[in-house]
């Protein structure tokens, strides 16, 4: 997928959209520098561990310096590897930047983080028992996304479709782009809930419930934070 401009450019400069791509890839470039146990000791500090954090609810003491409540936020900025905050980065710049021109950027700001605390809060609920850190920005960028099909969906995203040795690119209203990332992870969600009541066993890896529910909670909280304040007339993609 690549970024599609319009004859309209964009109004302010996205200085919030630079600085959380900035802070995403200079904590990644950290992470690069730790050994594996190190790694290990530093997701399970910052990330969201589920059941820590279902006992942190119940009033249970976790015996951990970073607060579990804390850890909804910190999460956002922790990824898996190079294609993990790759695309979490490239979806952001190419969305976040309109939702910021609408929303202005201290209360995108806000509606980014709240996001992620939300999608992450998604997950949890499905995996309350889980041992498996949960990290990304993926469900606060979801949650772009989710005001951005509101906003916008008429405009146009260049994406390229590989087939075998060819790459035709395609305009694909945005409606469509993103409604049908949206099913992906929802219908996703649910192959995993199935896939573990009958093994009866964890699932790891990616977490389909954070990106449905960032998205959901994307397109509840951009229109209660102004994202139809007029204050532009279309976007530009990128």
């Keep these: 997928m690549v970024p599609l401009r319009d004859e309209n450019p964009i109004k302010i400069t996205p200085y919030v959209t630079?600085?959380?791509?900035?802070?995403?890839?200079f904590v990644f470039i950290y992470e690069l520098t730790l050994a594996g146990p190190q790694l290990d000791g530093f997701f399970?500090?910052?990330?969201?561990?589920?059941?820590e954090l279902?006992?942190?609810?119940?009033g249970i003491t976790v015996n951990q310096p970073v607060p579990e409540a804390v850890t909804l936020?910190?999460?956002?900025f922790l990824h898996a590897g190079f294609m993990h905050v790759g695309f979490n980065m490239l979806f952001l710049w190419i969305f976040g930047n309109n939702i910021e021109e609408e929303l202005g950027g201290f209360n995108y700001l806000v509606?980014?983080?709240?996001?992620?605390?939300?999608?992450a809060l998604t997950?949890?609920?499905?995996?309350?028992?889980?041992?498996?850190?949960?990290?990304?920005?993926?469900?606060?960028?979801?949650g772009v996304m989710g005001a951005y099909i509101l906003k916008f969906p008429d405009a146009k995203v260049v994406t390229l479709i590989p087939l075998g040795f060819f790459f035709p690119t395609f305009r694909i209203p945005a409606v469509f782009f993103?409604?049908?990332?949206?099913?992906?992870?929802?219908?996703?969600?649910?192959?995993?809930?199935?896939?573990?009541?009958?093994?009866g066993m964890e699932a790891g890896g990616?977490?389909?419930?954070?990106?449905?529910?960032?998205?959901?909670?994307?397109?509840?909280?951009?229109?209660?934070?102004?994202l139809f304040s007029d204050k532009s007339e279309r976007p530009s993609v990128g």
Excluded: D, K
Excluded at 18 to 24: D, E, F, H, V
Excluded at 183 to 195: D, H, I, K, V, Y
């Design 18 to 25: 630079y600085a959380l791509i900035a802070i995403n890839v």
């Design 44 to 51: 399970h500090l910052f990330a969201v561990v589920p059941r």
């Design 54 to 58: 279902t006992a942190s609810f119940s």
């Design 73 to 76: 936020v910190t999460s956002q």
């Design 111 to 119: 509606f980014y983080l709240i996001c992620g605390v939300l999608a």
């Design 123 to 142: 997950q949890w609920f499905f995996s309350a028992h889980s041992a498996i850190p949960s990290l990304g920005a993926s469900g606060a960028v979801a």
């Design 178 to 199: 993103l409604g049908f990332w949206f099913l992906e992870q929802a219908l996703n969600g649910l192959t995993m809930l199935e896939a573990q009541s009958q093994v």
């Design 206 to 226: 990616v977490a389909y419930w954070a990106h449905a529910g960032g998205f959901i909670f994307g397109a509840i909280l951009g229109p209660m934070l102004g």
